[in-house]
């Protein structure tokens, strides 16, 4: 059709301005933490598509589409997407909102500051409590730009101290007031002021309304500001008329449905502007957002035009912007219309296939792959389908076919071997990755290593084996998948290159299904990272301690010392004690030291700070762990935010290859002693209350009481804690009432 031929792209302005509101959650602490899996790389683009994922976004699996499909990225269109618009509009409104902020506290030094505060690089977004922390993008950097250039011209006219440019400026005030919420509206200016200014304030009446939400208001005030030729805003205000009700059809919209009659009336206002050539200055823009309104009124047939575009032999340099709008596309219609583009549409079709992760999705991914045999579908399809399904055997056939040299060989590769593996064929499954590693044509990313190590580590045969695939490089670190890929863009990742951590396989497994015997093997094997042997050896010493394991206690001490020096008295003490009580007490009062200690290992980065340092997040010692450690793979009606409530049935096929009977029954009851345990500071606590009721002249207890409350502080409490924290409080003011550990401790918790 005639309006998806020309393909008007909408510029950043226009999306601000016309888009619906985002929902916006309430911020909390953001935690660093190790990325190794299902992270997109611009490789993709350049045509090493890699293992898919459900999670990508439609910007890599338009160009792994693309490969897939035969079609290929020639150098434009990759060039175009890696430059991603060359970033030119996220950066130049700071300087706008700078300069604005600047020339405005020139003109009226009132000390106050300038609004609005919560400017972003694109512009300021407006909050609408009544829908629930919903935002949209509402005053755009382009809007500070006019208020200064305007501002510049005023002082030019009637200087900078006159009556009429304080005038104006403090109507400007009262419009970028509206920007973030409420509602403040300039009043009239007085009549004997210059026309100028009243024509301005004109302006800025009907500004402040479309600021304020009020898009009809504002839609009629600019319409008759346009009838106007003498206002020096005519022009302007006609296309400015055209956008409010682009506002109303979208922002105000109920949920995810334009309002046709608003819509329509802004169709008419921008054919209007486009057949007057003296308002041609406004004519691209009003291309643009005529264009924007009719894709809003017909989505699915403008998605399925921007999808011929990103599927053509030759998209060149216009692929990033055929993509962006594609993706907004994606993100903002709504599930009907999604579903009306994907019926036309191979590419949206797949692309929505891919990232829906329902059992639906897997049974429309096989009768797709069926009727097409295209490998796109055989992607999605195996990678969707569990080792138990009918269709397995016919999928495991095909993919064993696969040549190397296809972009889908490393997609099929992966799931084929996970099928194997979790079928029980963990010989077949073995020899096939060593065969892979051994192919010169595959040249895997981080990520994607990391998922085939994953597959490596779990059919390990023996403890080398284990070792070396437990431990993996980080693609990235970051508090989210999209800052981690930011961050790559700008970022040497070859800095990663040496640091090794647990990811969250390796971490379940060792926490769940190895004894303390191969726990302190682990830990002293020099093949492990030192960071994660000390991880491992803390756990080790910790879960004995905490199970009351005295032997194993006894054999953790020699694996945990090297990564304590300064605790080598109190280790010393520990093992030379012929007391299984004071062993127990002793362990108590080192990790009351130490924070950072569990009897777990915690993968990734951990806690980023001294083991011996509280963590005002509260992440210090353990919460009871049948609620603290994670249960493998469990069951809906186990996971529905109880956690705790129920533990899962444990997944014997999680146990490492290489132990015997007798070690998994051992691990067994390691872990159901584990689970019955208390909280840290409960744990803690109540040794050393114990140990301090049965010797009290030992010189320790004073500080290990102290110790103790302050757990109860910062650690993971429950109903119990606060009896614990008031027994230990006031037995060290009671029997220790000079010691400097009662001084230090005036409250209980």
Not at 43 to 63: D, F
Not at 573 to 602: H, N
């Amino acid at each position: 059709m005639a309006m998806i031929a020309r393909f008007f792209f909408i510029s950043a302005v226009l999306l601000s301005i016309a888009f619906g509101a985002t929902r916006v959650f309430a911020c909390g602490p953001d935690f660093d933490e190790a990325l190794f899996t299902n992270i997109a790389s611009d490789e993709m683009i350049r045509g090493n598509v890699g293992v898919i994922h459900s999670s990508y976004k439609s910007y890599y699996l338009v160009p792994a589409y693309r490969y897939l499909e035969g079609l290929g990225m020639g150098p434009e269109e990759q060039q175009a997407m890696l430059s991603r618009g060359d970033g030119a509009a996220e950066t130049s409104g700071d300087n706008w909102f700078n300069k604005w902020a600047e020339l405005r506290n020139n003109v009226i030094k009132d000390g106050k500051p300038v609004l609005p505060k919560g400017y972003y690089r694109d512009g300021v977004y407006r909050y609408e409590v009544k829908e629930g922390h919903e935002a949209y993008l509402n005053c755009h950097s382009a809007a500070f730009e006019n208020a200064f250039n305007t501002l510049r011209e005023r002082i030019g006219k009637f200087g900078r101290d006159s009556a009429e440019v304080a005038e104006w400026t403090r109507g400007q005030d009262a419009v970028f007031s509206n920007c973030e919420r409420g509602r403040h509206i300039p009043g009239p200016v007085d009549q004997v002021m210059d026309k100028l200014i009243r024509h301005d304030r004109d302006y800025q009446i009907a500004a402040a309304h479309f600021y304020a939400g009020d898009f009809t208001v504002a839609g009629e005030l600019f319409e008759k500001i346009s009838a106007k030729k003498s206002s020096p805003w005519s022009g302007l205000s006609g296309y400015l008329a055209a956008r409010a009700f682009v506002r109303e059809a979208t922002v105000n919209a109920e949920g995810r449905t334009v309002n046709i009659r608003a819509m329509a009336r802004a169709e008419s206002m921008l054919r209007s502007i486009l057949e007057d050539e003296t308002r041609s200055p406004y004519h691209a823009p009003a291309r643009d957002l005529l264009d924007y309104a009719r894709a809003m009124s017909k989505p699915a047939e403008y998605t399925r035009g921007l999808a011929r575009a990103l599927t053509g032999r030759n998209p060149g340099g216009e692929m990033f912007r055929y993509w962006k709008e594609y993706s907004y596309m994606l993100r903002k219609t709504d599930d009907q219309t999604r579903m009306a583009a994907r019926k036309i549409d191979d590419l949206t079709d797949w692309i929505l296939t891919v990232q829906d992760e329902s059992r639906q999705s897997l049974e429309y991914a096989l009768r797709k792959w069926r009727e097409t045999s295209k490998p796109a579908w055989l992607v999605a399809a195996i990678s969707k389908i569990p080792p138990d399904h009918p269709d397995t055997p016919s999928l495991l056939s095909v993919a064993s076919k696969i040549r190397a040299g296809s972009p889908a060989y490393p997609s099929v590769q992966y799931h084929r071997i996970r099928l194997l593996a979790e079928s029980g064929r963990h010989a077949e499954a073995r020899k096939s990755l060593d065969r892979l590693y051994a192919e010169k044509e595959i040249k895997l990313s981080t990520a994607d290593g990391n998922l085939f190590c994953g597959l490596r580590f779990r059919t390990s045969s023996d403890v080398g084996a284990f070792v070396r695939y437990a431990q993996r490089r980080p693609v990235c670190i970051g508090y989210s998948i999209e800052d981690c890929i930011q961050s790559l863009q700008h970022q040497d990742a070859s800095r990663y290159g040496k640091l090794r951590y647990l990811d969250k396989d390796a971490e379940i497994v060792i926490n769940e299904y190895v004894p303390l015997a191969l726990l302190r093997r682990l830990a002293a094997d020099q093949a492990m990272d030192r960071e994660i042997r000390k991880n491992l050896a803390v756990a080790a010493f910790a879960r004995a301690a905490v199970t009351g394991r005295d032997s194993a206690l006894l054999e953790a001490v020699p694996v945990l010392s090297p990564f304590f020096p300064e605790a080598k008295n109190l280790l010393s003490d520990l093992a030379k004690t012929g007391s299984a009580e004071e062993r127990s007490f002793l362990s108590a009062y080192l990790m009351l030291q130490y924070p950072a200690m569990k009897p777990y290992v915690t993968g990734n980065i951990g806690r980023g700070i001294p083991d011996g340092k509280i963590d005002s997040y509260r992440r210090n010692w353990w919460c009871a762990p049948k609620r603290e450690m994670m249960p493998a793979d469990p069951s809906p009606a186990e996971s529905n935010g109880q956690p705790g409530t129920k533990a899962p049935e444990r997944r014997t096929n999680l146990y490492p290859l290489f132990l015997s009977r007798s070690e998994i029954e051992m691990t067994e009851r390691e872990i159901q002693d584990l689970r019955k345990s208390a909280s840290g500071p409960n744990y803690l606590t109540d040794v050393a209350l114990k140990w301090a009721k049965k010797k009290s002249g030992d010189p320790r207890i004073p500080h290990a009481l102290h110790l103790a409350v302050r757990s109860t502080r910062y650690g993971c409490t429950d109903k119990d804690t606060t009896n614990y924290s008031r027994q230990a409080f006031k037995l060290l003011h009671s029997r220790y009432p000079q010691s400097k550990w009662a001084k230090r401790t005036p409250h209980y918790f």
